[in-house]
């Protein structure tokens, strides 16, 4: 006779039927009580759980962990991180804008508001041209990150539409990876669809995508951009001046936007910050110009990026 597996049992243990109605005719009724309960789920498939404030700091795990586990996955070492305005369309949608906008202020010429679109609306037509140089950058990185032989060197991005979108499309036209970091806002903000979409990740939390955008980063470059753009370039000089990452390339498109923006001669006249802290940060008005200038930053500190020489291309 053939003995049964040992992992197999012959007989039922006691808990593995409910409570027979011949002795409780209400014990279904309550079973079924008992298993609707929130209480009775495991913790980690108790959304109302995970969602408590108590569990915050669980969340935050679990942000840092999913995106870490991809970025290994897909051996992403090192990553080229891009911000800019959500605001700057391609130079086509920004005068199909600037068109709507002129045919409204027309048909109310009196309308302060409808004025006011039309200003901006002009500006932001202007600056399209960012949009371009946003995109031509994608494509430099996107053939450095082709070569994976040293892990993969990778655009980086918000995620969402304007320059980032931009950057994402630039590596998407030469076949690269390229990643989205998207944060959930109370109106949702849709992915730009150039992300690689196992690489397009969402995050509850400000903090743990910031964490994630310094993390593995070997160059910033920023684009003309408004309160977030402009929180997370400072955030990075800030890291980088007080030593708390290591230094980076960080690079700003478009001086005479940025130079309006702040005035850091003028924190330095000040003594609010250090005359050398005003190596931490390049300007550059093209797409090969900024890259150059990343490239020849590692080149110089004796740690070059893991992709062919831009002269090579």
């Known amino acids: ?8 049992r012959q007989r039922s243990l006691p808990g593995e039927h409910p409570k027979s109605l011949h002795d409780d005719p209400g014990a279904a009724e309550a079973i079924a009580r008992i298993l609707a309960s929130d209480s009775y789920r495991e913790a980690s498939e108790d959304l109302g ?5 108590l569990t915050r700091g669980l969340r935050l795990q ?8 991809l970025l290994r996955r897909h051996d992403i ?15 086509q949608a920004a005068r199909r804008r600037l068109d709507e906008s002129m045919a409204a202020a ?3 010429p009196g309308d302060a508001a409808a004025q006011q679109q039309l200003a901006a609306a002009k500006r932001l037509a202007e600056i399209s041209r960012y949009y371009d140089v946003a995109r031509a950058f994608g494509r430099l990185v996107g053939r450095c990150g082709a070569d994976r032989g040293d892990g993969c060197t990778c655009i980086m991005t918000g995620g969402g539409p304007g320059i980032m979108e931009a950057a994402n499309r630039g590596a998407h036209d030469v076949g690269a990876l390229s990643i989205g970091l998207n944060i959930t806002l109370p109106k949702e903000q849709f992915p730009n669809p150039y992300v690689t979409p196992e690489l397009a990740l969402r995050f509850r939390y400000f903090a743990m995508r910031k964490f994630h955008f310094a993390l593995r980063a070997k160059a910033l470059v920023v684009f003309p951009g408004g309160f977030g753009t402009m929180d997370e370039l400072f955030e990075i000089l800030e890291l980088s001046q007080t030593r708390k990452m290591p230094p980076v390339p960080v ?36 797409a090969e110009a900024a890259w150059r200038t990343i490239l020849d930053w590692h080149e110089r500190r004796g740690e070059p990026l893991p992709c062919a020489p831009l002269s090579a291309r």
């Open 106 to 108: 027309a048909a109310k």
């Open 62 to 69: 679990l942000e840092y962990l999913k995106a870490e586990t």
């Open 49 to 53: 759980f995970l969602n408590e404030e």
């Open 77 to 91: 070492r090192h990553t080229i991180v891009v911000f800019g305005s959500a605001r700057v369309a391609e130079p």
């Open 1 to 8: 006779m053939t003995e049964p597996p040992a992992d197999e």
């Open 251 to 286: 690079v700003l498109v478009g001086e005479s936007y940025w130079r309006h923006v702040f005035n850091p001669d003028f924190l330095a006249e000040q003594g609010m910050i250090d005359p050398e802290d005003l190596r931490l940060f390049s300007f550059a008005e093209t």
